[in-house]
T-cell receptor
Framework: GAGVSQSPSNKVTEKGKDVELRCDPI?????LYWYRQSLGQGLEFLIY????????KSGLPSDRFSAERTGGSVSTLTIQRTQQEDSAVYLC??????????FGQGTRLTVV | AQSVTQLGSHVSVSEGALVLLRCNYS??????LFWYVQYPNQGLQLLLK??????LVKGINGFEAEFKKSETSFHLTKPSAHMSDAAEYFC???????????FGKGTRLHILP
């Protein structure tokens, strides 16, 4: 596609439920990032994928969070047993060779 | 490993005044440097970038930034602020041998009438 696509754009879930957020990066981009942006806060790094290398998971806030990237393309961020503090906008970005990152529009997650 | 520091989480300037948003980086190799802008309720978009060549780079909406290796800085400036410049600004760095792009915490720019 022409840009980074994220789905769904909005998600409302009940506390304790699992959610999956999807990211389709720009075709050919080897790097993929997930960030979280809580209300009024900056970017919080979650996880970074680069080609076939082991992902950098250093930003995942708890073991309830996980992500995978299948076939070096589409990525899914999974949050298990959601909590109210997980409410935020989840942003995905992709890039190639350290050049500019292109961001999706994000998924706004609300845990009620 | 590279890192980015943005000085000031909030900056307020009067309309028509100079905008200066500070960014310092650390990198063991010549970096790529970026500024991104996020307008209210919108996604992040690239404002400008430095990769090679001229150290003064111009971006959209009248913004520019200068790469100063000796100061490890990449400050963002605009001569005259407009109300429409109110947004959050993020500085970022990547090392050319490593694809990972590191973002700063962001600076929220407020424009006073």
């Amino acid at each position: 596609g022409a840009g980074v696509s994220q789905s769904p754009s909005n998600k409302v879930t009940e506390k304790g439920k699992d959610v999956e957020l999807r990211c389709d990066p720009i075709s050919g981009h080897t790097a993929l990032y997930w960030y979280r942006q809580s209300l009024g806060q900056g970017l919080e790094f979650l996880i970074y994928f680069q080609g076939n290398s082991a992902p950098d998971k250093s930003g995942l806030p708890s073991d309830r969070f996980s992500a995978e990237r299948t076939g070096g393309s589409v990525s899914t961020l999974t949050i298990q047993r959601t909590q109210q503090e997980d409410s935020a906008v989840y942003l995905c970005a992709s890039s190639s060779f350290g050049k500019e990152a292109f961001f999706g529009q994000g998924t706004r997650l609300t845990v009620v | 490993a590279q890192s980015v520091t943005q000085l000031g989480s909030h900056v307020s300037v009067s309309e028509g005044a100079l905008v200066l948003l500070r960014c310092n980086y650390s990198s063991s190799v010549p970096p790529y440097l970026f500024w991104y802008v996020q307008y209210p309720n919108q996604g992040l978009q690239l404002l400008l970038k430095y990769t090679t060549g001229a150290t003064l780079v111009k971006g959209i909406n009248g913004f520019e930034a200068e790469f100063k290796k000796s100061e490890t800085s990449f400050h963002l400036t605009k001569p005259s602020a407009h109300m429409s410049d109110a947004a959050e600004y993020f500085c970022a760095v990547s090392e050319r041998r490593d694809d990972k792009i590191i973002f700063g915490k962001g600076t929220r720019l407020h424009i006073l009438p």
